[in-house]
């Protein structure tokens, strides 16, 4: 009878909790607002303090008070405003450059090595580098002259 | 070293945003309507004129302009003229509750972040364009509308088209 009575007491009890643990917020609008961007201003939301960027906090606000984790906030926040909100430069003009000059360096680079290898292959040793072996002209004649100034 | 600098170069000529001018066909493409459901494009209403309207709630000046824009399109409705508002940079919610504070009859569509703005080469919100019966820019305003703009400036268009 007492167990019959209880149950929809301990129903109850487990629907709040699991509600408030739903609810709970897992991240910050801080946080988030460090972490996108006012599409509009192109600044740091957290920067900007513009009509736009207001609506856009209060709608982070929004979700994080709605127990929102970080990355579902950010993909809504892309659903709402496009790719523009992060933090990231657009696959298109001037901004393009920052996918592609980073990718020219790295070809470069390893089009330089490649030949430097080569040369260095080719030659023994490394290009520039000291050469092995004793002085020999002019320079073991000038060692000769330094040695025997200091008669050790 | 060359590559990189002519690549910057481009970029810094090339900012990402499209130049449009009067006599260009409209950028358009197929929308998801608001406050919805269904999907709608300024192509369906080739054979009128239609004074496109890009706007966003947190504009302020579009608050002024939509009830503007509704007496336009209600004066000129019988006259094969529309109006088409486009909401961009923005969130559906914030969208939708604008239209409930500024209602409109006229067709909504919503843009997802700024890719109409984009197309449009706009630099910010209000911004309206007017489109011929044959799809093609007939005039650019890149600001907000009142009355006596609408009077003066886009109506002759329609009138003078109209007579021919």
Known sequence: MLAAAALPLVAALLTLVATASAAAPKTSVTEIEGEVMCPICGTLLELSDSPQAQREKA???KLVAAGKSKAEIKDALVTQYGRSVLAQPKASGFDLSAYLVPL????????????????????????????????????????????????? | ?????????FGLLSKGRAKIAVGDPVPDKVLPALPGPGRGSIAEHRGEWALVNLWASWCIPCRQE???????????RAHNVTVIGIDVEDNRDDAVAFLHEHPT??????????ERSA?????????????????????????????????RRVEPLIRGRARH
């Open chain 1, 59 to 61: 709608y982070v606000a």
């Open chain 1, 104 to 152: 020219i360096a790295i070809v470069v680079a390893i089009v330089l090595l490649g030949f430097s290898v080569l040369r260095w292959r080719r030659t023994g040793s490394p290009p520039d580098g000291p050469t092995a072996g004793a002085p020999r002209g002019a320079d073991a004649e000038r060692l000769e002259a330094d040695l025997s100034r200091y008669d050790l």
């Open chain 2, 1 to 9: 070293m060359l590559a990189v600098i002519g690549l910057l170069g």
């Open chain 2, 66 to 76: 939509a009830p503007v824009l509704e007496r336009f399109y209600r004066r000129n």
């Open chain 2, 105 to 114: 009859t006229y067709p909504q569509l919503r843009s997802v972040g700024d």
């Open chain 2, 119 to 151: 197309a449009f080469g706009s630099s910010g919100v209000p911004e309206n364009f007017l489109v011929d019966p044959e799809g093609r820019l007939a005039l650019i305003w890149r600001g907000p509308v009142d009355e006596a703009l609408l009077r």
